[in-house]
């Protein structure tokens, strides 16, 4: 998450919304926030609210949540909502996203949001993330896995061969297999 001001970083969580009694957090003061959280059970919903020096910056609330992933001899169904091109920031963006929310109030929602490719547009810039992605998405990004995919436009802006740039500063994407696999 990010801040206006430079702060620490703490992440309460639990099991329940009342019951938020464990903590990561970084002491350094930034207003890029990524907090790792270790030793979690497999296949959980977990409950979390984001807090700084300053204060509670997200409160505690049901929609603040995530389920950790299941062991991986585990078989279950998994929905995901995938979406190309859809960082436009228009009426139709919206309209896409009224319809899902329509869809996953009567059948569920998705256990993950697959991003297909040219998520801010025109020229992939940090206020474009920002505005046609985070801001656009919030609600569900409070407890949707983000998996996103670099596309042309995030690419005008973003190297993949250095992995810097607007869309590597907007995601914290496995590096080194912490999803699992290969590093």
């Known amino acids: 998450w990010r801040t206006l001001e430079a702060t620490n970083s703490v992440v309460r969580y639990g ?7 464990s903590t990561a957090s970084d002491s350094a003061l930034t207003t890029e926030h990524r907090i790792p959280i270790t030793g979690l059970r497999p296949d959980t919903k977990y409950y979390y609210t984001l807090e700084s020096e300053n204060g509670t910056i997200l409160p505690p609330d049901p929609d603040n949540s995530f389920r ?7 078989t279950r169904n998994v929905r995901i909502w995938v979406l190309g091109d859809s960082g436009r920031g228009n009426e139709n963006q ?3 996203l009224r319809g899902y929310q329509q869809f996953a109030a009567q059948t569920g929602a998705a256990d993950l949001m697959l991003m297909l490719g040219d998520n801010a547009y025109m020229t992939g810039q940090d206020a474009e993330y920002q505005l046609r992605l985070f ?4 609600s569900l990004l ?6 996103p995919t670099f596309g042309n ?7 993949s061969s250095t ?8 995601f914290s994407l496995p590096r080194q297999a912490e999803a699992g696999g290969t590093p």
């Open 15 to 21: 099991l329940a919304l009342d019951q938020l009694s």
């Open 68 to 74: 950790t992933n299941p062991l991986p001899s585990t």
């Open 94 to 96: 919206l309209a896409v």
């Open 135 to 138: 801001d656009v998405y919030a």
């Open 142 to 147: 409070k407890n949707t896995t983000l998996w």
């Open 153 to 159: 436009h995030d690419g005008m802006s973003s190297s």
């Open 163 to 170: 992995l810097s740039g607007p869309y590597y500063d907007s």
